[in-house]
């Protein structure tokens, strides 16, 4: 199945997709937060074939949902209200240290970074999924 990531942020949304074959979870793109972006990811979803959605949910350590986490649950009723694909949370933490960690040790500087971290912590999050998947016994 051909499912896309999302990343939400306060300035950027992370974007990445996987194969159909759930084999490999790449970063897409990048999409400017705020009053178009719904209507932006629609539309890859649209060009993409995309059969579902995965939102990363940043619960803090403790368990508790703050500010970002209201951030992604309202993008994703405004997501559903465009299109009937289903959308799933998936736990996020630590994703974008470890997708700027991963992107400092290869030697990329500070300002390429800030240009693909969110797309490549949507990677992370996907990768993560689809293990979650493969590992409840669900199939692509």
Known sequence: M???ALDIGKKRIGVATCDRLEIAASPFCVVKAGKTAVAEVV???????????????????????????????????????????PVSFFDERFTSKIAE???IESGMRREERRDVIDAVAASLILRSFIEFRRNQGLKP
């Open 2 to 4: 051909k499912i896309l």
């Open 43 to 85: 539309k890859i979803l649209d060009r993409e074939g995309v059969e579902a959605v995965v939102i990363g949910l940043p619960v803090s350590f403790d368990g508790v949902e703050r500010e970002s986490c209201e951030r992604a649950r309202f993008f994703k009723n405004e997501l559903e209200k465009c299109m009937s694909l």
């Open 101 to 103: 960690a991963s992107l």
